[in-house]
């Protein structure tokens, strides 16, 4: 049964005043996805191993239904079937911890499982995050925890007292002493003008509007990361059958093979800063180094991750067809580079501009479509998609898109030629948003007027590397509001999709909160 407090006591009148007093310490936590979720895990669990249990509480604000707090977008009871977890189901980092917890949660402990069968349903895996949330909240009320879950959205954060004012888009304001946005990825920012449009979906992850899409539609996807390929499979699944997917590069996602954690010993923290601080700031040079210094430490060829990168560069046909070919088949190449997810958020904050450009310009479209991959059976279904005509493929794509007479217009280069098509819609999957000031939520435009949002050159805005806060332009923190990886943090870490980056990410902030929480509430445990 979901713990949903009645109490309102987290709600200020008209005066400023609360309905009623506990001396607690609030953390609202806006957003309550995987990251939101993970966040409430860690810090139950250090208020009571420290016995400051009855004295803090939380509220859990999430604009989708109290039962979907803990799933997310990416892994809500909507969610097709056929949509998988992009990565085997014993190597998603649901828990620092416990790297078997979510094998636990799903009670698959011991199963052997088919190739495919290794990336599981989304909405499955969902379910199970969504059970743990609320063993957490009875494990926390139980123990004095006080956890309030509403339905909402922040339209405004406001200081007050020692603490902050949270309007919400219904006009009710909460009272918080320090606010949490797990907010994760916003839809892409480009193409905002044709917001409005009829025919035309400018967020990717509105499950509704695409299986409105008329079966007779002829379909523009824009972009071919892992959202282009959910779209597309959800395309066909509806009868549409002239579907087109195009992008600058005109690559797929590579079939990701199977693979097991590895624990590095070149590509760690410790080596990074010291390279770092050695040379001032760190290199591409030295990070391609670093990897096959790797792969010789675990006497692994990465010759074999060189062949993945030249068949990913090949038609869609050629690159999908390799890579199934051979992703059953144990990869220890790949194990290797999966171990650079864990450090890349670091590497990119101690590379100055010029080699961050370097790494986009040159690294960064092989790092994406190998690395990230694609679950094989959604990859078959693409490749399916192409044999039977229903879905062609386009690069040097030319990015312009212009609207009339109720079409939408596209052009592309294809050899040496421009070509020009017409569609009745379009639908945006060209990544996640990252210019906050074009985002369509209030409570970005009211933190950007407020100057308690400052862009980021990279993308996101200005938050501290290890704690989330809010910085301002100087790099004095803002008040007591933090971000957990997404958006926000983009130009910050940069790869912030991946749980394991998304679970550590909750519990490095989690981790300082409570470290300030016990400076007043219990010193002695410090």
């Known amino acids: 049964m979901l713990v949903t407090s009645t109490s309102r006591s987290t709600y200020l009148d008209d005066a400023d005043q609360l309905n009623s007093h506990e001396p607690r310490h609030w953390t609202i936590i806006c957003g309550v996805g995987a990251g939101g979720a993970a966040y409430l895990r860690q810090a139950v669990k250090k208020a009571i191993e420290d016995d400051i249990a009855c004295s ?121 002493h320090t606010v949490v946005l797990a907010l994760g990825h916003l839809p892409p920012d480009s193409y905002k003008e044709l917001t409005g449009l009829p025919g035309y979906l400018g967020n990717p992850w509105d499950l509704d509007a695409i299986k409105s899409t008329p079966a007779s539609a002829i379909v523009a996807i824009l972009g071919l990361g892992p959202t282009a390929v959910d779209t597309i499979n959800i395309l066909r699944e509806q009868g549409v059958k002239n579907i087109h997917a195009l992008s600058r590069s005109g690559r797929v996602q590579y079939p990701r093979p199977h ?182 939520y209030p409570l970005f435009g009211y933190l950007l007027t407020k100057g308690w949002l400052t862009p980021h050159p990279d993308g996101g805005g200005l938050v501290d590397f290890e704690s989330g806060q809010l910085l301002f332009p100087s790099g004095k923190p803002i008040g007591s509001i933090y971000s957990l990886v997404g958006s926000i943090t983009y130009g910050t870490h940069l790869l912030t999709h991946c749980m394991d980056q998304v679970v550590n990410s909750a519990k490095r902030t989690s981790d300082v909160v409570h470290k300030r929480l016990l400076e007043t509430l219990a010193p002695h445990k410090l």
């Open 56 to 176: 803090v509480g939380f509220i859990l604000l999430d604009a989708r239904p109290v039962s979907e707090q803990g799933r997310g977008i990416a892994w809500a009871s909507n969610q097709r079937p056929f949509a998988l977890t992009n990565m085997r189901i014993g190597s998603v980092g649901y828990d620092p911890a416990d790297p078997n917890k979510l094998v636990e949660l799903l009670g698959v402990q011991g199963k052997i499982f088919s190739l495919d069968g290794e990336f599981m349903s989304r909405a499955e895996v969902g379910e199970a995050f969504s059970r743990d949330l609320n063993t957490h909240i009875r494990l926390a009320e139980k123990r004095g925890i006080r956890v309030d879950r509403i339905q909402g959205e922040a339209a405004a954060i406001d200081p007050l007292g020692n603490g902050h004012s949270i309007t919400l888009n219904s006009g009710d304001r909460l009272f918080a």
């Open 259 to 440: 693979y097991s954690r590895y624990e590095p010993e070149a590509l760690t923290a410790e080596r990074i800063k010291s390279l770092a601080t050695e040379h001032g700031h760190l290199t591409v040079r030295d990070v391609v180094s670093l990897i096959h210094l790797e792969y010789k430490a675990a006497r692994v060829d990465c010759a074999e991750l060189k062949t993945a990168f030249e068949k990913s560069r090949l038609s869609a046909e050629q690159a999908i067809a390799h890579g199934l070919a051979t992703c059953g088949e144990n990869s220890n190449w790949f194990s290797v580079l999966k171990a650079l997810d864990t450090v890349t958020p670091l590497i990119w904050h101690h590379l100055p501009p010029e080699e961050r450009a370097l790494y986009m310009r040159k690294y960064r479209q092989d790092h994406v479509n190998v690395s990230y991959g694609s679950a094989s059976k959604p990859a078959k279904k693409i490749l399916e998609a192409l044999h039977d005509g229903s879905l062609s493929i386009h690069g040097n794509f030319e990015r312009e898109v212009r609207y009339s007479d109720g079409k939408f217009h596209l052009s592309w280069l294809q050899e040496d030629a421009r070509v020009h098509g017409q569609f009745d819609c379009v639908i945006n999957c060209s990544g996640v948003g990252t210019d906050l000031t074009k985002a369509r």
